[in-house]
């Protein structure tokens, strides 16, 4: 199964798509349609966790905070209603809110009081465990989850109906999860392809269901989301010790039933396994793939990409930023904040522009008024909005460097010269000039010169120069 | 159904609260400092530095324990000083007591209880599984281990796991008279009695709805917090608990006995209840408001107290406002 599929569109319209886009599209479709505490509580918690991974925070907070409302509400109803049961589950729901909220020592209240009243309950002491580990208190979420999956197996034990295996398969990863246990992350994902769970595989094939959440209404949603998680804790647990093969090859299962999971292509793109294109493309604002990719590029040189997908602008601008093409880096950024203007992973890297366009190359601040700048002090010098007095100290610096031209026109002993790269940075004159003497295209030539300002060279930015003098190199 | 799923994110501290009663005054921890107010709460004997969370305050004779049960810190305070140290525990430290000097804590997910002497020498043993509740008795600690069901008797010296018996898991509140144990169980709807002479269990009763929380007045009437029927009931006994369980005709089936107090109605669930002396008073957690008891009838004390910010002395009761961070008297 694959998301081409479920969605029933062409490969090359899936491209442009994010791949939480989906499933923040239901869960706006479940907040407006259905009104049920257990439908709005999950739709707020699951857009919180949506936005988060796009790096969308105050839109995540906000969700949160809504959830934090839906969660006392039902509290408050369900004390007035003296139902302690359904108390006991709205404040876990509570005390999980307020840890996203970062309100720890409210969270960890409400935790404890959750488990006053239903100590007796997996799903609690399950709820419990998250919440301690978003506290980052994971010996206290291993304990938890070790509480649960003693109950669960219980009750597994008691009754082995599809929905406590199910169940105890979640705790079970929770449990994983917080102890680092490769082991029982295999059991549990061999328990989930077993044939315990044949009806429920049939049941997801039918329906074609493939949205991944955090807080899953259901149980074909759940075994999904499920099977994606612990697959990909697992996989993340075989490349942490450095079983690569294995990693991969977890990874690939996770793309077979998913083919635009955005954890598993970033994973094969640092394992090497393919490009960075569709990670891009999935998720473009994660910044651990943003800063995967600078470190990629520090030793590779990927062609500019063609495409137009936001994945691939973003991978524009992190490939003008490494070539200190801060002003283009702005452009580009600009245009997609205007499109994600609640995007943080763009704010940094804007202000990361920024910030590099503030630093002055050295030449510059010199005092001296001649100077052989390096290609790192021109490329900076792309990205510097100049004071008055920058602009007229490099007004009066003639500079000098290693040129080469990308064309030449030599005619009865003068040559006719354009544009062409100094210090592997771009320029070009304002006009074509004529320099006495026969010069070759794409060879080394000393050239002296004035920076007149900063220009597009090639649909990159470049330098605006005044030829002063031209030389062969002997 | 909805089944969540684990995701780990990050997040930051908040601000929480603890009082107690000591025999030197009234002790409040908050924003990382200890202060130990004089009997009258008017004055300000010491201040000392405290913990982040206060989660609950172990007082003894001579010292206090405040506990971060989040953040696995325990600050031991000398009452007529103020001088203390601050000590780490294990995980999730949620119950103290002090025999002399001697401090044992009870560390939940460590699954330990720890003695910390007066000088500082430490001991752990292991208990049960998640284990919630201590309270001592003739100079013995107990250890109630929720999920296990396990109720363990432990001798200070040599500091080791006496006894141990079954019971019951799962309960909300457990409470001693000195001779008995009762576990209170919300989902049976039960009080379970064991005898600790004997370790064994001495019965069971049926006790209202959802009952979640008790407290003992001398010398065997049970004060019974529910929620859910929005009344503390009161279960007495013609003769001693363990006299009357054992034989099976206890008359505390809800309704029956003679009860220097009635049952006790309030306006919203109450599912804490505290007995100083001749006060009463009950708690509901969710809407933070503290109720009075006087013959039968309730009145509010105070609303919007959090759960660790009030305690009950024989005369009065105290809360402590945090957004104004004073400390304020009811007397009884």
């Known amino acids: 199964m694959t998301v081409g599929l479920l969605f029933g569109l062409p490969a090359a319209a899936q491209q442009s798509r994010i791949s939480s886009d989906f499933e923040i599209q239901q869960m706006e479709r479940q907040l407006a349609t259905s009104k049920s505490f257990v439908a709005q509580l999950s739709a707020r918690l699951n857009l919180g966790d949506l936005r988060l991974a796009r790096n969308e925070n105050a839109l995540a907070t906000a969700e949160y905070a809504q959830a934090l409302d839906v969660a006392a509400h039902e509290r408050a109803e369900a004390r007035r209603a003296a139902d302690m049961t359904r108390y006991a589950t709205a404040t876990s729901y509570a005390a999980l809110a307020e840890a996203k909220l970062s309100h720890d020592a409210r969270a960890f209240e409400l935790a404890e009081e959750a488990l006053r009243y239903a100590s007796d309950s997996a799903k609690t002491w399950n709820l419990y465990a998250t919440t301690m580990s978003l506290l980052r208190q994971r010996e206290k979420a291993a304990s938890a989850a070790r509480n649960a999956v003693s109950i669960a197996t219980a009750e597994a034990e008691r009754s082995p109906a599809v929905s406590n295996r199910l169940d105890l398969a979640i705790y079970q990863y929770s449990l994983a999860t917080f102890t680092d246990d490769e082991a029982l992350l295999r059991a549990v994902v061999a328990s989930l392809k077993s044939s315990a769970f044949d009806a429920l595989?049939?049941?997801?094939?039918?329906?074609?269901?493939?949205?991944?959440?955090?807080?899953?209404?259901?149980?074909?949603?759940?075994?999904?989301?499920?099977?994606?998680?612990?697959?990909?804790?697992?996989?993340?647990?075989?490349?942490?010790?450095?079983?690569?093969?294995?990693?991969?090859?977890?990874?690939?299962?996770?793309?077979?039933?998913?083919?635009?999971?955005?954890?598993?292509?970033?994973?094969?793109?640092?394992?090497?396994?393919?490009?960075?294109?569709?990670?891009?493309?999935?998720?473009?604002?994660?910044?651990?793939?943003?800063?995967?990719?600078?470190?990629?590029?520090?030793?590779?040189?990927?062609?500019?990409?063609e495409e137009s997908t936001t994945g691939a602008r973003v991978r524009l601008a992190l490939q003008q930023l490494h070539a200190g093409e801060s002003r283009a880096a702005r452009a580009t950024l600009d245009a997609l904040l205007a499109q994600f203007p609640n995007n943080d992973t763009l704010k940094t890297l804007r202000r990361e522009a920024e910030e590099r366009a503030s630093g002055v190359p050295a030449f510059l601040t010199s005092g001296k008024t001649t100077a052989q700048p390096a290609g790192a002090e021109l490329r900076q010098l792309l990205g510097l909005t100049l004071t008055p007095e920058q602009r007229a100290a490099l007004d009066a610096m003639t500079l000098a460097g290693t040129a080469t031209f990308a064309s030449a026109s030599t005619s009865e002993g003068r040559t006719t010269l354009d544009s062409g790269t100094i210090e592997g940075v771009p320029f070009r004159f304002a006009e074509p000039t004529i320099f006495n003497g026969t010069f070759a295209a794409n060879t080394p030539l000393r050239l002296t010169y004035r920076i007149l300002g900063v220009t597009g060279v090639g649909g990159a930015d470049g330098l605006l120069l005044e030829p002063l003098r031209l030389e062969n190199i002997q | 159904m909805t089944r969540f799923l684990a995701l780990l994110l990050v997040a930051a501290p908040a601000l929480a609260q603890s009082i107690a009663s000591t025999p030197r005054g009234i002790v409040v921890a908050h924003h990382n400092v200890v202060q130990l107010f004089n009997a009258h709460g008017t004055e300000v004997v010491w201040t000392t530095d405290g913990v982040a969370n206060p989660t609950s305050i172990e007082d003894g004779d001579e010292r206090v324990a405040v506990l971060d049960a989040l953040s696995n810190d325990v600050r031991i305070v000398e009452l007529a000083t103020g001088r203390g140290t601050t000590v780490r525990s294990g995980q999730t430290p949620v119950a103290g007591i002090f025999l002399g000097r001697t401090l044992y804590l009870l560390e939940r997910d460590a699954r330990a209880l720890e003695r910390i002497g007066a000088d500082g020498a430490r001991a752990s043993i292991s208990l049960a599984a998640d284990p919630a509740f201590l309270f001592a008795a003739g100079g013995r600690l107990y250890a109630y281990s929720r999920t296990a069901g396990v109720l363990q008797e432990i001798a200070a010296s040599p500091f080791a796991v006496a006894r141990s018996i079954n019971v019951a898991p799962f309960a909300s509140d457990v409470e001693t008279d000195g001779k008995n144990a009762y576990l209170v169980y919300p989902r049976e709807a039960k009080i379970r009695v064991v005898a600790l002479a004997t370790m064994q269990p001495a019965g069971e009763v049926a006790a209202g709805a959802v009952p979640v929380a008790l407290a003992i007045e001398p010398p065997h009437t049970l004060a019974i917090a529910d929620p859910s029927a929005k009344r503390v009931w009161m279960i007495e006994g013609a003769q001693s608990f363990s006299q009357a369980f054992t034989r099976g005709f206890l008359r505390g089936l809800l309704g029956i006995g003679v009860r220097p107090r009635g049952n006790s109605d309030f306006p919203t669930g109450v599912d804490r209840v505290l007995i100083r002396g001749k006060a009463l008073i009950a708690y509901d957690t969710s809407s933070g408001t503290l109720y009075r008891v006087a013959k039968s009838k309730s009145s509010i004390v105070a609303q919007n107290v959090r759960p660790q910010a009030f305690t009950v002395t024989p005369d009065a009761v105290w809360t402590w406002d945090d957004s104004v961070r004073r400390l304020q008297r009811y007397a009884n």
Request: proline share 5%; no cysteine.
């Open chain 1, 201 to 305: 595989k049939s049941a997801v094939v039918r329906n074609e269901s493939f949205e991944i959440y955090s807080t899953a209404r259901g149980e074909e949603a759940a075994y999904v989301s499920l099977l994606n998680r612990a697959q990909l804790r697992l996989a993340a647990l075989y490349e942490r010790r450095g079983d690569a093969a294995a990693a991969r090859a977890t990874y690939e299962s996770v793309l077979a039933a998913r083919s635009d999971d955005p954890t598993a292509l970033a994973a094969l793109a640092r394992l090497g396994a393919a490009d960075y294109a569709a990670a891009f493309d999935a998720n473009p604002f994660s910044l651990a793939l943003v800063r995967d990719y600078q470190r990629y590029l520090d030793r590779a040189h990927p062609p500019a990409p």
